[in-house]
């Protein structure tokens, strides 16, 4: 878990930014997937639009992916290279929520790692139509973020994308308070 003083050098890895996550080149981007993986609402249907039909043939060959897994793709029509593809928890305010949303990134980034993979973007993983509040999810991503950057130094950068500018503000308030 991150706390207050953690280390600059993870820190400076990490930013924040407003906007689309399917316009950014990077390595990969990750795809907030329903169990299927055949393309749905929010960051799911936008990525799957933006990325072209092929992207739903290799989802499809996938067959699917359990809650707090992850799969990755090629990127097709994306300028992202890869999409990795995870399946958050619908919130439920168990602590097992908690436990799957923290599985997510934890995944995501060991596929980045698999896969020679230096930046990866994310987007608020479950907090759409899934409900998980934003704070506490803010929380888990950049806890299980950091830890991830403390012992790996593969991930050159990590972005946090979120489509409004209050989610941006969240992560920033809480990544200035670990910098503290």
């Given amino acids: 878990?991150?706390?207050?003083?953690?280390?600059?050098?993870?820190?400076?890895?990490?930013?924040v930014q407003q906007g689309d996550i399917t316009r950014l080149?990077?390595?990969?981007?990750?795809?907030?997937?329903?169990?299927?993986?055949?393309?749905?609402?929010g960051v799911d249907g936008a990525i799957h639009r933006a990325a072209g039909p092929g992207?739903?043939?290799?989802?499809?060959?996938?067959?699917?992916?359990?809650t707090?897994?992850?799969?990755?793709?090629?990127?097709?029509?994306?300028?992202?290279?890869?999409?990795?593809?995870t399946?958050?928890?619908v919130y439920h305010g168990r602590i097992r929520d908690a436990d799957l949303l923290a599985r997510c990134y934890a995944e995501s980034l060991t596929l980045a790692h698999e896969n020679g993979l230096s930046t990866i973007a994310f987007p608020?993983?479950?907090?759409?139509?899934?409900g998980y509040p934003i704070q506490a999810a803010c929380q888990i991503a950049v806890d299980t973020v950091a830890a991830y950057l403390e012992k790996y130094s593969d991930i050159r950068k990590v972005i946090f994308?979120?489509?409004?500018?209050?989610?941006a503000r969240v992560y920033r308030k809480y990544l200035e308070s670990l910098a503290a």
């Fill in 1 to 15: 878990m991150a706390t207050p003083g953690t280390k600059k050098s993870v820190l400076n890895r990490i930013m």
């Fill in 25 to 41: 080149e990077v390595d990969a981007i990750v795809n907030a997937a329903n169990t299927t993986l055949l393309g749905g609402g």
């Fill in 55 to 66: 992207l739903l043939e290799a989802c499809k060959a996938l067959g699917g992916c359990p």
């Fill in 68 to 85: 707090g897994e992850a799969r990755i793709t090629k990127g097709y029509d994306l300028p992202a290279r890869y999409v990795i593809h």
């Fill in 87 to 89: 399946v958050g928890p």
């Fill in 124 to 130: 608020a993983v479950s907090c759409g139509a899934y």
């Fill in 161 to 167: 994308i979120l489509f409004s500018e209050d989610d």
